[in-house]
């Protein structure tokens, strides 16, 4: 059942292609977006929200980072993003203008339970996006959208966040078009682009060869700092956390911006720096992070983008990946990151489906 990989995590990133064409399908064209019968909003509800609240855990919440990214520029939505166990305990304010939407792989998650039951107390419009239809999470929601990612069988989450990021901005198409947020003839030009990624994602897989050369490189180090700016620097939090899952390296990560208030102290020869640095708007920001790494003599691996010549100049390793439209990139920068986790672990023996201390849906808080 593992189709000739030899663990499921290997298996369930190489469907990642296959997982976001089934999340998108039914559900998006060039003419708008139907969340299916599971969600029961009309155009009114949509045009008097003013608030969304995305909660989730782990990584899970890093795809609502990727997400709020995205809803603040399709949408003129205020969005704010917390993790469950913070948001359960704190005094959000929920209004008739605020949708909350929890997002749970297995939805049986305690803290975005226990979030759900709080916000839907206070009166709130709940929205859950699991992958599992009959789930606490999907029977408690008032509105649902399944991911159709299949199950994931391995403890770390690859797929799924795929699927989740497809089922987010399926959401936030939706809200920036229905709400004429988004002009009709950029919203079904999004739309297309959203519509070919399952493509590019597949091509970006292809290209496994290349990070596990990078991961032969650096397997050896035991420390790691990941960095990322807008749109990947949540993809630099599930880069850093999928290394620590399976690999158990110490990863941590940061916004590229925030390195030189803290953490550049940690910054010698023994501690790489991986950095995800795709030619966006933002590309010249990042550079500079990198030269200060640079100096500090750090080694630096970047996900850089096809064609970007200087980064050659500035990095010890370059992992290519494609290049797209700028608020597309998590679809495509957080593959070579899963990669380069699995080969880690695999050249480190590690475990990789079953990691110690860690379980597959956290149901105790
Ligand atoms: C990471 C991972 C965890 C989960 C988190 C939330 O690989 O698997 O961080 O993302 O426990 O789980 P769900 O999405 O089931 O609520």
Request: one cysteine or more.
């Amino acid at each position: 059942e593992k189709d000739g990989y030899p663990h499921y995590m290997a298996k369930e990133i190489h469907e990642q292609g296959t997982v976001l064409r089934s999340t998108l399908k039914g559900r998006l064209s060039e003419s708008g977006v139907d969340l299916g019968d599971d969600v029961h909003w009309d155009g009114d509800f949509l045009r008097s929200l003013r608030r969304i609240n995305l909660v989730a855990c782990g990584t899970s919440y890093y795809a609502c980072l990727v997400a709020e990214r995205v809803l603040e520029r399709w949408t003129s939505l205020d969005v704010k993003v917390d993790i469950a166990s913070e948001y359960r305990y704190r005094d959000v304010k929920i209004g008739a203008d605020t949708l909350a939407v929890f997002v749970s792989q297995s939805g049986e998650t305690a803290d975005t339970l226990a979030a759900q039951r709080k916000v839907r107390s206070l009166g709130g419009r709940c929205l859950g996006i699991t992958n599992v239809r009959g789930s606490t999470l999907a029977r408690e929601v008032h509105d649902l959208l399944l991911l159709k990612a299949g199950p994931e069988i391995g403890v770390a989450a690859t797929k799924t966040f795929m699927g989740q990021l497809g089922a987010l901005y399926l959401l936030a198409l939706k809200l920036g078009w229905e709400r004429g947020d988004l002009n009709p003839v950029e919203a079904s030009r999004l739309a297309y682009g959203l519509l070919k990624l399952p493509y590019e994602v597949e091509r970006v897989l292809e290209r496994d060869g290349d990070v596990k050369a990078a991961a032969e490189r650096f397997c050896g180090y035991d420390d790691f700092l990941f960095l990322g700016r807008g749109f990947s620097y949540p993809i630099a939090l599930e880069g850093a956390l999928k290394l620590k899952e399976i690999s158990y390296v110490h990863a941590e990560a940061y916004a590229a911006g925030e390195m030189k208030h803290g953490p550049i102290a940690l910054l010698e020869p023994n501690v790489p720096v991986m950095v995800v640095i795709p030619k966006d708007g933002l590309y010249e920001k990042t550079l500079s992070n990198v030269q200060e790494a640079r100096a500090r003599k750090s080694p630096i691996v970047a996900v850089a983008s096809d064609g970007d010549d200087l980064i050659d100049q500035m990095a010890d390793w370059v992992i290519r990946i494609p290049r797209c439209e700028e608020c597309f990139s998590p679809f495509i920068s957080v593959i070579p990151l899963q990669q380069f986790a699995y080969h880690v672990a695999q050249l480190r023996g590690c475990e990789i489906d079953q990691p110690r201390n860690l379980a597959k849906s956290v149901t105790v808080e």
